[in-house]
């Protein structure tokens, strides 16, 4: 009888160079000299080194820092310290800059003996040139296909004027229609690009102080139009001290008034929408709530996201960009958003935005 031979499990030990070899990242071995022990082919990719010219080499010599800096996490890593994962820009053989994401990590004895390194680095250029292609994308939609709409809005509304001459009936019905969805396609682009401006970080809040009564008053008169037409009443409770926060006027008002639109749009006839403001120490507490069919548990988790659209929200027109653009817009400013619902019990939306300017506000 023939015994038949079968696989065991793959053993750590034996796969290691298979898995390293493959890697789509760059990996480096170093002793605890700093010596390059092992050198895989994505590593030889990115640096422009081959693994047999980095062997025995000091790390410094084959990838360094672009500015010779005493933080240089590489500089960490030969020290036998582990990196966590972050962004910087490496000298390859040519000594042009390459952009990586690199973690690092010594490898220790049970004794917390270092015996060396193991530096993971990935490039990053493909990512950065469809960024800047992005960004030009971005910029090329902005001039190529808003001003036109701009332009054709603005005659549409001179032939309603009757700068053109009278008009019939049919033909100012004709108009106010063209009107009107052309200043939806109008709000469509804005939304875009607004978001993708943030979302590239092109738009950056420029903070200054703001007065959060008088700016949430001036956008209640803003929606009331919209309220009245549904018998909605719009009701709002601040605290009794004058609140002031620095924050970016325009952005904070787009983040207000799209919360109180969705809670119009969404809440059914002769109900109530109630935005409350509290002040919580460094950070200005904001909560929008109605009294509309509240929200499905499942789309809870994915109402932030761009295009997503809920399953309560395909009588409504729209592309999802509003609660993603809300989010970015808040994110920026070093706050947080969040909201609590229940089917049939209505929404409460909360964010909050910090007293002081955040660090990545421009100035």
């Not at 250029?125 to 296909?145: G, W």
């Not at 919360?259 to 909560?287: C, D, H, M, W």
């Not at 809300?326 to 409460?348: F, L, N």
């Amino acid at each position: 009888m023939v015994k038949k031979e079968t696989a065991g499990p793959p053993q750590a030990a034996a796969w290691a160079p298979v898995i390293i070899d493959k890697a789509p990242a760059g990996i480096i071995i170093m002793d605890r000299e700093g010596r390059v022990t092992d050198f895989n082919p994505a590593a030889a990719s990115i640096s422009g080194y081959s693994r047999e010219e980095a062997l025995g080499r000091r790390v410094r010599e084959v990838l360094a820092c672009e500015a010779d800096r005493e933080d240089c996490p590489l500089k960490a890593a030969m020290r036998g310290l582990e990196v966590e994962t972050q962004e910087l820009a490496v000298l390859n053989r040519l000594k042009e800059a390459v952009p990586v994401m690199l973690s690092a990590f010594p490898l220790k004895t049970k004794g917390g003996i270092i015996l060396g390194g193991v530096i993971i680095f990935r490039d990053l250029s493909p990512i950065k040139r469809l960024e800047k292609e992005r960004r030009h994308l971005v910029n090329m939609f902005a001039h190529d296909l808003k001003t036109p709409v701009v332009g054709m809005a603005g005659l549409v509304r001179r032939l309603r004027q009757g700068k053109a001459g009278p008009l019939s009936e049919p033909q100012q019905t004709y108009l106010e229609t063209i009107d009107r969805e052309m200043g939806r396609l109008e709000k469509l682009i804005n939304n875009f690009l607004e978001f993708a401006r943030l979302d590239l970080h092109i738009l950056t809040p420029m903070a200054s102080a703001l007065q959060v009564e008088k700016e949430c008053q001036e956008v209640f008169v803003l929606l009331q139009p919209l309220a009245e037409a549904k018998g909605i009443v719009l009701e709002a409770e601040y605290p009794q001290e004058l609140l002031v926060l620095q924050a970016d006027p325009l952005l904070f008002r787009r983040v207000l008034e799209n919360l109180l639109e969705n809670a119009i749009k969404y809440s059914p006839p002769r109900t109530k929408v109630a935005l409350e403001v509290q002040e919580r120490g460094q950070e200005v507490l904001f909560a929008v709530r109605d009294q509309g069919p509240g929200i499905a548990p499942k789309d809870l988790p994915h109402l932030f996201e761009i295009y997503y659209r809920g399953a309560d929200a395909e009588k409504e027109r729209g592309f999802g960009l509003g609660l993603a653009t809300v989010k970015r817009i808040i994110d920026a400013h070093g706050g947080r958003i969040w909201v609590e619902s229940h089917p049939g019990q209505g929404a409460t939306f909360h964010f909050t935005l910090p007293r002081e300017a955040a660090g990545n506000y421009a100035r």
